[in-house]
C-alpha cells in the first residue's frame, strides 16, 4: 500500500480495507465480544478471524509473507476491530508492538525466523519492558542478560505484559551493562518455550479483560546470542522508537472505542422516546453528540498524521505518535462517558455496551506510557525546537 497518502482523505484503498475489515468484525468478533469481557477469556474467535483474513498483523512485510500494510492500514485495522472489541484489537496492535524491535532493529535472519511465523498466523507477539519497580521509568529495569559464551543468560521479572501466555514469541528488554543505565540495557527475542520461562496469574482488570495481563519471570533463561537485536547496549533506544510508531496504534484503538460508543448511543437516541417523541430532538442530547462527533474528527486527524509521520520516518514523529496517542484517548474516555450518559440508567448496565466501552477506553490513557508522560515527551519536543506545528 502506498505510504504517500493524502493526510486529510482516506484513500480509495483504505475506504475498501475499512468495509471489508468491519464487515468481518460485525460478523465474527462482535457476536463473542460481551461473553470475552463477561469471562475474561482470550477471544480465540477474534483471532481465528483475523488469521484467516491475514489480519493479524497486517504490518509485516511481503517479503516475509505479510500484507505490508502502511501504517495507516494496520490503525484502521486496529480502529475498526476495537469499534467492537477492545480486547480482540490487542491482537494485530501487540503483533506489531512485540515485532516492532525487531523490524526496526533486527538481523535478517531475526526477521526471517520470527516475522514469517507471525505473519502466517502460527505465533503472536509480545513486549516486556514494564517490570514492577520500572514503570514510567524504563530504564530504571533490573532484569539481567549475562553472556555466557555464545548465550546469555536472562533473570528477572516483566510486569503488565498483553497477551502474556497466549504469545509465542516476546521481545525482551534486559541490562546487559548495569554501569551505563540505558545504554545498557539491550534487546533479546525470547520464545514461550525457552525453558526457564513462566507466567503469573492474569491480572484482574477493569476493562479489556479478555487480553490477557501477567507477568512473564526469566530463571536462568539460556538463548542464544543471536537472538540478540540489534547490538549490545541498543535495546532501550529500540524501545523508544517503537513507542513512537506503536503510540499511533494505540490511538487508533482509542478512536475506535470511541466510535462505536458514538454509533450506538446515536442510534439509540433516534429510537429512545420521552415526552411524545425520540430524545434525539432535544438540543441538549444534539449538543452533546456534536461534541462527541466533533472531537473524535479530530482526534482521528491528528492520528492519521501521525501515522503517515510513522510511515515516513518524519524527525517529529516522536511529538506526533504522543499527541495522537493523549489526545485520542482522552477523546475516547470523554465519549464513552457521553455515551453512557445518553442511556441513561440502561447505559450502566451489561445489556448494553457501553459500560465496557467506557472501561475499556481507560485502559488507552495508561498503557505505552501514561499520559502525564506523553505530556512529558510533547513538552520536551516542544523545548526542542524544530517542529513546524
Not at 228 to 247: C, K, Q, S, V
Not at 296 to 302: E, G, S
Not at 342 to 352: N, R
Not at 369 to 385: E, H, K, P, Y
Request: with cysteine.
Amino acid at each position: 500500500m502506498a505510504a504517500d497518502f493524502d493526510l486529510f482523505k482516506v484513500s480509495e484503498e483504505h475506504d475498501l480495507l475499512r468495509e471489508a475489515v468491519r464487515s468481518l468484525c460485525e460478523e465474527k468478533i462482535l457476536p463473542f465480544a460481551a461473553d470475552v469481557d463477561e469471562h475474561s477469556r482470550f477471544p480465540q474467535e477474534a483471532l481465528d478471524a483475523l488469521v484467516s483474513s491475514d489480519l493479524a498483523a497486517v504490518h509485516v512485510a511481503e517479503q516475509y509473507g505479510g500484507q505490508g500494510a502502511d501504517a495507516l492500514a494496520t490503525c484502521i485495522v486496529i480502529e475498526e476491530v476495537a469499534r467492537v472489541c477492545a480486547s480482540s484489537s490487542l491482537i494485530p496492535a501487540v503483533n506489531k508492538l512485540g515485532s516492532m524491535p525487531v523490524i526496526l532493529s533486527g538481523s535478517e535472519e531475526l526477521k526471517q525466523k520470527y516475522l514469517t511465523p507471525l505473519a502466517a498466523g502460527s505465533g503472536m507477539f509480545s513486549y516486556c519492558l514494564s517490570e514492577p519497580d520500572a514503570g514510567s521509568d524504563a530504564a530504571g529495569m533490573k532484569t539481567r542478560a549475562d553472556r555466557d559464551g555464545d548465550d546469555y543468560v536472562l533473570n528477572g521479572v516483566k510486569r503488565w505484559i498483553t497477551n502474556a501466555g497466549v504469545s509465542e514469541y516476546y521481545t525482551v528488554m534486559a541490562v546487559t551493562d548495569p554501569t551505563a543505565r540505558s545504554k545498557g540495557i539491550s534487546a533479546f527475542v525470547v520464545e514461550k518455550g525457552d525453558e526457564g520461562v513462566t507466567f503469573g496469574a492474569p491480572e484482574k482488570k477493569l476493562g479489556i479483560k479478555g487480553s490477557p495481563t501477567r507477568e512473564v519471570y526469566f530463571d536462568n533463561v539460556r538463548i542464544p546470542a543471536d537472538r540478540m537485536i540489534g547490538a549490545e547496549g541498543t535495546g532501550f533506544a529500540t524501545a523508544m522508537r517503537t513507542l513512537d510508531h506503536t503510540r499511533v496504534t494505540i490511538a487508533a484503538q482509542a478512536l475506535g472505542i470511541a466510535q462505536g460508543a458514538l454509533d450506538y448511543a446515536s442510534n439509540y437516541v433516534k429510537e429512545r422516546k420521552q415526552f411524545g417523541k425520540p430524545i434525539a430532538d432535544f438540543q441538549g442530547i444534539q449538543f452533546m453528540l456534536a461534541d462527541m462527533a466533533m472531537k473524535l474528527t479530530a482526534a482521528r486527524q491528528l492520528t492519521y498524521t501521525a501515522a503517515a509521520k510513522s510511515e515516513r520516518g518524519d524527525s517529529d514523529l516522536t511529538y506526533f505518535g504522543a499527541a495522537a496517542k493523549c489526545f485520542a484517548s482522552d477523546v475516547a474516555m470523554e465519549v464513552t462517558t457521553d455515551a453512557v450518559q445518553l442511556l441513561g440508567g440502561y447505559g450502566y448496565t451489561k445489556d448494553y455496551p457501553l459500560e465496557r466501552m467506557m472501561r475499556d477506553a481507560k485502559i488507552t490513557q495508561i498503557y505505552e506510557g501514561t499520559n502525564q508522560v506523553q505530556r512529558v515527551v510533547m513538552a520536551r519536543q516542544v523545548l526542542a525546537g524544530g517542529l513546524s506545528l
